[in-house]
């Protein structure tokens, strides 16, 4: 029997593919229905490991399943490649960020091609290519005309060193995570797309994907959105109104029951009652200034201390009359609602965990049911249900009609209006970056921002990063234009866009990357919504919502007809590996060792990790996700090398629900091959000409039809996992139905061959050809599963004894219910379960369950 040989196979294979140019797609398919699988397109960082290509694998599963089931499909490539990355490596080597990007891009696409992806390479782009975002700035334009892109000041985070912008994730205890400056708060002019005009649609549309998109997304998506319900006001200053500030204090509140219980105003650092403090109060601006350290994020600002300083300054309560002092919080955000909020600590967490530390009055207003009006907040706040105490007019209330009462009362006083709002705001798409999508604005002293009048602005590429900050704002030429209007002397937009953009409509670019529009209107309205997309939930909100929205905006401006571009969503899980390192380097941080260079052997009873190169003991870390910081990846050429592409692909699917992380061990690799092995040693050795048993062939018939349920209901389910280990057990049912003739084992033999393709298609072409059948198992349909042969001969009943399950039973399905009765009472562990008692009754559920009441 010859062994099966992963690296002559794989790469004939792979040949075969390109030879026919397999997978490339036309603009508008061939007739047959059409189905959209994308991959959250990659960032040309240089390599790929084994956790990237399971996301990729996943696609290409649903992607080949779906071609055999007969659909068109479109399975498109291409890279997500702007960004600060690219500059930092130009800065740190010496090199054009391009040059860097595109030889990544070359490096990462032979390295996906290793895995044998379905991908249509004829669609390949990047968004670094202008051809790309020269369509990019076409829309963007039209969007300009539209009023859906404005410029305003806004607060951004500015590292002094880098000179630039930094995402309120680059801050780091205050400092820039690359350069270690203490970061500053700045206003500068920034542009913006109006995403808060689509708050709404954008909540509503989540309906319809429920089903297809997790739960867990489309409620972190409306979270983020946050629209709010509640009461917009304005509190009276005690006395005149401070210097600099309007004449009373507007704030925003979603909770107008719990008014009786506030205890102190709370004002964001960027206030302008603040700003207009600090001025003439050095105290006020040197907490102020310590407020914008900070972070900035609601995540971050939730788990920091809550800490405040007072102004001296009062306002009136609008019910009761009373003086509440106002202090600047730096848990208060400036961006939701209007940056000053009612503090209620006995029934918001934040407000109370700040009125313990100034031992401000924590006035109770809501009672759980069942307590008295002595009911007391001491340890946390109470958010719970109840009814409204010590509140006077609201007093006996529920919540929901405490809110409205309340704001029946102020809209009558003339103090202010119910409202909504959203914590959504206005997407900030600049940055003083190089490596980026020119913004095509042309700025004239005396037309003010005009649109560019020829399309691609391109980068220049003699640039410089000798200097820190923009070098397109020093750039000697590029930047001096003439106005398209008045034809003065004006200049170009030095921003770029944030690479949000980028990502955000390459899914449509995708159905026709050739068109002379942006978007293909023909091609895109055949090819979307994308059917399934697949990526990780770390893009669970920002990606996706942008995404949405750019679809919404694009659609409204005629540039194609889909709201909602992702009709089903998958978010994987990672792929993880141990870590292993030796001591620390310099700065204290763990020397980490690759994996490669790693030897594991139990020595009394411990694992111990050896260097190989030395044979030096390594400390073993903890499983976390490949990366290349960690240095914990395994890169899909050693899978190569060593098992076959097929046997990585196979593991990473098979270990674990595709939705959760996977641990990479060799020895689930190594037990993917040898189920490779297995696969073909049964094609290997068969022999058409075996008569074989009636009987045996009937079973094996039915078992094919089974597995053909089994796998096809797992690859349609994304429990991948599952339809593999239905593959393992297939293999071992045709295995121990030796006795099976040459047809019926053809029959099982070419239903496996097919059911294995998606996962491990090298293999299956191979199987494909050692059977004898006609052309390339890539074209050949799906199998069909018979309803009656695949269903289950025996059913498994759970016995009940009044009620609670006490065993189960395995009986032939259909069984009439006298019959079950029967079996169960001659059960010995029934019989054992029910010593000494009486039987009042058998209630049988047919081929579901069984009850046996007793006394």
């Known amino acids: 029997m010859a062994r099966y040989e992963p690296k002559t196979a794989e790469p004939r294979q792979q040949t075969r593919w390109a030879d026919a140019d397999a997978f490339r797609m036309p603009t508008t398919g061939t007739g047959r229905p059409k189905y959209y699988v994308l991959e959250m397109f990659p960032y040309p960082s240089g390599n790929i490991h084994m956790g990237h290509a399971r996301n990729y694998v996943m696609g290409d599963v649903v992607a080949r399943s779906k071609r055999a089931q007969g659909f068109d499909v479109l399975h498109p490539m291409g890279w997500d490649a702007f960004g600060l990355p690219a500059e930092n490596a130009a800065i740190e080597r010496g090199i054009h960020p391009g040059d860097w990007t595109w030889s990544n891009i070359a490096n990462m696409r032979d390295q996906l091609k290793l895995l044998g992806l379905s991908l249509d390479w004829s669609r390949e782009f990047a968004t670094c290519d202008p051809a790309y975002y020269g369509k990019q700035q076409a829309w963007f334009l039209e969007l300009f005309k539209r009023g859906l892109v404005y410029r305003k000041d806004s607060v951004v985070n500015w590292d002094p060193v880098d000179n630039t912008v930094l995402a309120n994730e680059q801050v780091v205890d205050g400092r820039g995570w690359r350069s270690g400056a203490i970061v500053e708060k700045r206003k500068l002019n920034q542009w913006f797309l109006r995403i808060t005009d689509y708050a709404d649609d954008l ?178 706040a109470y958010t719970g249900p109840g009814t409204i105490f010590h509140s006077d007019f609201l007093n006996g209330l529920e919540i929901e009609a405490a809110k409205a009462e309340a704001i029946a009362r102020i809209e009558a006083a003339g103090q202010g209006q119910g409202a909504t709002i959203y914590r959504l705001r206005d ?77 955000s409509w390459y899914f449509a670019r995708f159905a026709d990357p050739t068109a002379e529009d942006p978007i293909s209107r023909e091609a895109a309205d055949h090819w979307l919504p994308v059917d399934q997309y697949i990526g990780g939930v770390e893009h669970a909100v920002l990606h996706l919502l942008y995404a949405r929205f750019i679809s919404r905006a694009l659609s409204d401006a005629g540039l194609m007809n889909v709201k909602e571009p992702f009709a089903g969503l998958f978010t994987q899980g990672m792929v993880v590996h141990e870590t292993y390192f030796d001591g620390v380097d310099s700065v204290g941080k763990p020397a980490w060792v690759e994996p490669a260079d790693v030897r594991i052997e139990t020595v009394d009873g411990k ?197 609670k399950r006490r065993g189960e039973i395995r009986v032939a399905r259909g069984l009439e219910p006298a019959e079950v009765e029967a079996i169960v009472m001659a059960d010995p562990e029934v019989q054992a379960r029910l010593e000494g008692l009486t039987v009042r009754k058998i209630v049988v559920v047919k081929d579901r369950i069984v009850n046996v009441v007793v006394a």
């Open 607 to 803: 694992r111990v990790a050896t260097r190989l190169s030395d044979g030096k003991v390594l400390s073993i870390g903890d499983i976390e996700k490949m990366s290349k910081s960690k240095k914990n990846v395994v890169a899909p050429q050693e899978i190569v090398d060593t098992y076959g592409v097929d046997a990585g692909r196979l593991f990473v699917l098979s270990d674990s629900p595709p939705e959760r992380d996977v641990q990479w061990t060799p020895g689930g690799v190594e037990g993917a091959s040898r189920f490779v092995q297995r696969v073909w040693n049964e094609f290997d050795s068969f022999d058409p000409a075996v008569p074989g048993d009636e009987a045996v062939n009937a079973s094996l018939l039915r078992e094919t039809h089974k597995a053909i349920k089994a796998v096809t209901e797992g690859v349609s389910g994304f429990r991948f996992n599952s339809a593999i280990a239905k593959l393992y057990a297939f293999v071992a049912t045709v295995r121990d139905h030796g006795k099976a003739g040459g047809a019926a084992k053809r029959e099982a033999l070419s239903a496996m061959a097919r059911l294995v393709a998606p996962f491990t298609p090298h293999l299956a072409e191979e199987c494909w050809t050692r059977l004898g059948e006609e052309g390339m198992v890539l074209d050949a349909p799906w199998p069909v599963f018979d309803p009656a042969l695949a269903a289950d001969d025996e059913v498994t009943l759970p016995i009940q004894v009044n009620g």
């Open 203 to 380: 909540i509503e549309g989540l309906k319809e994907l429920e089903g297809r998109w997790p739960d867990k997304v489309r409620l972190m998506q409306e979270n983020w959105i946050g629209r709010s319900k509640g009461l917009q006001m304005t509190w009276a200053w005690v006395g005149a109104a401070p210097a600099g500030a309007p004449d009373g204090l507007e704030i925003y509140t979603t909770r107008p029951d719990t008014l009786f219980g506030a205890s102190f105003m709370g004002i964001a650092a960027d206030h302008p009652v603040a700003r207009a403090l600090a001025e003439s109060n050095p105290a006020a601006a040197a907490f102020i200034a310590e407020c914008r350290k900070g972070g900035s994020t609601q995540a971050e600002i939730d788990q920091a201390e809550k800490v405040g300083f007072d102004t001296g300054l009062k306002v009136v309560h609008p019910f009761d009359g009373r003086e509440v002092s106002v202090w600047i919080a730096n848990f208060i955000l400036s961006e939701y609602g209007t940056g000053a909020i009612f503090g209620c600590p006995a029934h918001d967490q934040r407000d109370f965990e700040f009125a313990t530390k100034y031992k401000l009055p924590i006035i109770p207003v809501v009672r759980p049911d069942g307590a008295d009006d002595n009911f007391a907040v001491e340890t946390e």
């Open 427 to 503: 997407w900030g798409v600049s940055r003083q970056r190089y490596w980026g999508c020119p913004i095509p604005v042309i700025h004239c002293p005396t037309c003010g921002a005009q649109p560019a009048d020829q399309l691609p602005v391109e980068l220049p590429k003699d640039v410089t990063f000798d200097i820190p900050g923009n070098p397109l704002d020093r750039h000697p030429t590029w930047k001096h234009v003439k106005c398209p209007s008045c034809h003065g002397d004006a200049t170009r937009e030095t921003d770029t866009l944030d690479t949000f953009v980028d990502s």
